[in-house]
């Protein structure tokens, strides 16, 4: 990275999200994945069968905070969020994950 880079210095995070409304065959999972792609943000989303979105992001924490907004009020074309739910907020010195994953 590079040394101006203003994010170097902000502290990691990882946070479990779940989206609740109408959310599935909208196409949530690619835009997530390809949202946090151009962000830098790694981890994973799905489907769930109780028709939500499920999902944990870990980056630094004004890029956490930038994709918990989308997350809660934009959303894919098409979705309609009634609410997000985004728990075990943590700290964490480095990332656990590689990439950005749509699990299955």
């Not at 590079?2 to 990882?14: M, Y």
């Not at 946070?15 to 409304?21: I, L, N």
């Not at 989303?45 to 809660?72: F, Y």
């Amino acid at each position: 990275m590079a040394t101006d880079d203003p994010l170097r210095n902000e502290p990691l995070v990882s946070v479990e999200f779940e989206v609740f409304g109408k959310v599935q065959g909208v196409y949530f999972p690619k835009y997530v994945k390809d949202i946090c792609l151009q962000l830098g943000i790694c981890g994973w989303v799905k489907n769930t069968k109780s028709g939500t979105i499920l999902g944990k992001m870990q980056g630094p924490r004004a890029l956490i905070d930038q994709m918990a907004e989308w997350l809660t009020k934009v959303g894919s074309p098409g979705s309609e969020i009634h609410h997000c739910e985004l728990t075990n907020w943590e700290g964490i010195s480095r990332l656990q994950y590689k990439g950005f994953a749509i699990r299955f």
